[in-house]
């Protein structure tokens, strides 16, 4: 493991509909590394390939061509099956949507990504009550996320993308539906979490975001190609 | 309860009914096997050869024995005598051909 | 073609059975020639999901011939009535050419389904998927056997002539007769007998030797032991265990046993000798697939664990046949 | 995968089948009604048919009847010597039988000449059955009571071909128990019943061979064709497959006009499988993004079809037996029975065994869950990554 590089990418490239009329080139010769422990910001405008980026290092997908290392692994040939093996082992995801499943109650969502791992309920609802306390929404452990606030909603995205204990945290545009305010705090979640050792990978063009004091590294990309990184 | 374990249940008591209704079936069968020795008895007193099924037209009550052509037999225009009548195929006699062989001289 | 509910079920659920093996070797087809492991192209990721369905369909075919077998039996069974001389399925199955060998065919698909299923299932330990080309090129061999078994079946069922006389039970496994069947009926009893049991130590203790050791000679031996033992056992149902079942010195069938009078033991008694022979037979197929790079740690588990499974069932079995044997008053002495 | 990773992923469909409860109850319920009509017919006629056949066991394993121009004729009574020498012919009996169309009721009886005594120990006759001898007395079917509000003691008036009227003393009436085979009978002695349908001396309608060993029938039915060329032997074991056969063949031509309403069925599983709406194809990417694998929602999808099936499958033969062996089948017996004024009104003997459990599966379950196979698969492949971008 070269001097605690997490995750490294040569040469990434990833099209969408390649052959087709609809061809989309979203990322064009990435290389990046990052380090673990590390707080990165994937800066750009939209369009940019942030979020293909962003879920190129979650496991999400594999790259058209060029390479992923993940934990000195290379993946980007693995079948699904085994991509989702190590998403599910090392990789937290907060989507911008906050993707919660509707009419299943908050509780529920958070433990949902640890089912098809054969994990016993009662251990794996202790530990999502504990994330959900840590978060301060033990009280709704019970609400259906449908009648949640937009902040609430994010917490408990947070806390079902920490329920794998992930190694690294994503999050895609996570502050794009919030004020200020909220804006601030998921920024101060984030940090706490990378004051515990996790890698925060965070793609936004939200300046709270990248101008915040502990965004370690940025990496601005613009037409599916890294322009500027910057490590502070 | 986890809702695996209600299903299960639920799955279980259903095959418990279930088992409970092979077991009455089985009750009512013995029943009927010694109530059918009565039966065959009444088969052999009166010579009788067809069960009173469908009686709604004369042709209908003894399949084996009916004759093959059969409309009409109550009164002319009587309709057809659906649906045993439509769903009674008439009885194979073409297989008394096979095993027995009449040689003419 | 006689129009029953039973013949109706059968060749509706064996139809669906047809169809969803014929689709699914036409996937695999599809992805055998365009396969390439190595590549990122959207289409080899396509083909990696097409996988799945063709998992799935295969699956899902085994359990449905499963129910077809049965449904086989039975209306064989059912259908006896109507045919002159028939006493049971073995009189129905022999009232014309294609009846056996349907059966036979049905039971030959069961058995390369299943070890199609076991093989794909460990073909996706292994990240780069390496026994892939094979198992199609199995598919393609399985496939056949499926349109064959339901065009047999067909035939059979359409060349049903109630007036013909069946040969039942009674002669074509009374010991004068001739044909397979009846040779199988008049083998000596002890003989038999002998060699059904020694055969099964001899299997037990390969297997044993096999989960103790993981020698790849015993793997060997217990693949082409269980394999002689499921035909030996189908000789040995025939001539001496189906006489203790019935408790009647003439009456050989193999099908009548799953029926209620005889406690439905004929189920619990082929289950366990098919998955017996089935995994006994697998440890040693998968014997050459230690050498695949990827596989060479998931094999010798596996091995064990099915050479495990093997012997347990042929205890199961040999336990399923001794209990008649023992607890009735019934003896074969003099016959 | 452990077991508990089963159970996790089925908990999760349970709970997801319940969030869109009205929908899934539909199902289960359009599914157990078809589980129950496609159950009922076959519980009915298969328990018809095993009756049929045990009943029969006891009735003549020889009848001999005269053809005439294609017509079922009288045949002279004395041909019975002639056949009696055939060898392994153990007796004939002339039999005295035929129809009559009660206008009164509008209901077709059957009229028998009685020839033998039951045995005493018969519980299935009250009263007594008229000697071959007796004149002016009757047994009735419970079928012919009923309609015609009968009972020992009473009398019954037939009018014969002559167009006189003829009264009958009920001396017998046949126990419910015997409906299906009594219920449109009515016994008389042998002179009674020439009288009605004025038959002409020394005819009977046809005759009964016994042989002494049944194996032989068919040799000396060819015997009794090739001495009488107009005569059609019927033997036992052809009525019973005729019977096997009637049931065979009505179960199945009501099964191929219901496979419309399976097919009907089937379209709509189909329909509700790849027509995911929306909303669940977003869950499903959406429990891939968060570490489902394929096989897991392929699994998920297995679950579903199976509670479902499994649900409609368990409660519709149960409902099925229930109907048809507790309450007679009131909703099919008139299609499988005709629609006759005397109803054999019986109680069925539930022959049920694992043939009719696995053909029912074939029918119902087979066709069901193969139609979900490629919408589930369909589903599962959703990308995870579409989510992502939204």
Redesign the interface.
Known sequence: MDNGIIIRTENLTKYYNKGKANEVLATSGVSVGIRRGDFAILKGPSGSGKTTLLSLLGCMTRPTSGSIMVEGRDISHLPERFLTEIRRSTCGFIFQQFHLIQGMSVLQNVMLPLYPTGAD?TKLRKKAEGLLEGLGMLKRRDFPVQGLSGGEQQRTAIARALINDPEIVLADEPTAHLDTALSRDFMNTMKELWEKGKTVIIASHDPIVFENESAGLVVEMRDGAVKNITRK | M???T??GL??LL??C??AA??V??EI??S???V??R?????????????????????Y??N???A?I?SAFQ?YPGSIE?????S???P???S?????????RR | MIMQPGVIALLLGSGITLVLLVYASFLGVKIWSNWDIGSNSETQLALERKTYLVSTLVKYGLFFEIVSVFLFIYTADDIHNLL?GAMCATGSLNANAFGFPALYVKIAVLFLAAAWIVLDTLDSRAEDYPLTRKKYKLLLFIVPLVVAGYVLQIKYFSGIN????TSCCGVLFSEGGSGVGSSLASLPLHGTEIVFFSLFVAVSAAGLLAIKTGRRFFMIALACLSASFFFVSIAAIISFISLYFYQNPTHHCPFDMLQGGYYYAGYPMYASLFTGSFFGTMTGVIQPLRKVATLSALVPGTQRRWALISVTAFTIFVVIILIPIVLTPFTLEGY | MSLNSH??V??FT??SL?RRKFKNFGIILVFTFIVFITGSILFLSYS?KR??L???????EL?V?RMSA???ELIPADISKEILKIPGVSGV?P?YWG?Y?DPLVK??Y?I?A??????AN????QGR?PGPEDKGVAAV?R?VAKARFLDIGSSISLLSSGGDAMDFDVVGV?ET?????????I?LGQPDVVRLFRMPAGMAT?L?VSVTNETEA??I??KI??IF?DT?????K??V???D??FG??SG??LTLFAGALVAFIILAWDKATGLSAEEKKEIGILKAIGWETSDIIEMKFWEGL?IS??SF??G??LA??HV?FFGASVFAP????????Y?DFRL????DPYQIAMLMALTVIPYIASTIIPSWKAAITDPDEVVRG
């Open positions: 309920l | 986890r809702r695996s209600v299903f639920f799955v259903c095959v009914c279930l209704l092979g009455t079936s009512r069968v029943r009927f096997l109530q059918s009565d039966l065959s008895g009444i088969t052999a007193a009166l010579k009788l050869t067809d069960i009173s099924f469908s009686d709604d037209a004369r209908t009550r399949p084996s024995q004759d052509f109550d005598h659906f649906p045993s009548g769903v009674t195929p009885p194979d006699f297989s008394l051909g096979a095993p027995i062989t009449v040689k | 002159v109630p007036d013909v006389i | 159970l996790n089925l908990d349970l709970l319940l018809f009756e049929a045990l009943i029969l066991k006891g009735s003549p009848i009847q294609g017509r079922h009996e039999r129809y169309y209901a077709n059957t028998l009685s020839s033998e005594t039951l045995p018969n519980h299935l006759l059955l079917g079928g046949f128990e015997s409906e299906l085979l009594t219920a449109d009978l016994v046809d009964a068919p040799v039915a060819g064709r090739y060329p059609r032997p019927i033997l036992r052809e009525i497959r005729t019977y056969a009637v063949w009505r031509l009501i509670v499994l649900s368990l409660l033969i149960i037996y229930i062996y299609a499988l029975k005709g629609w006759s004024v005397i054999p003997a539930p022959f049920i």
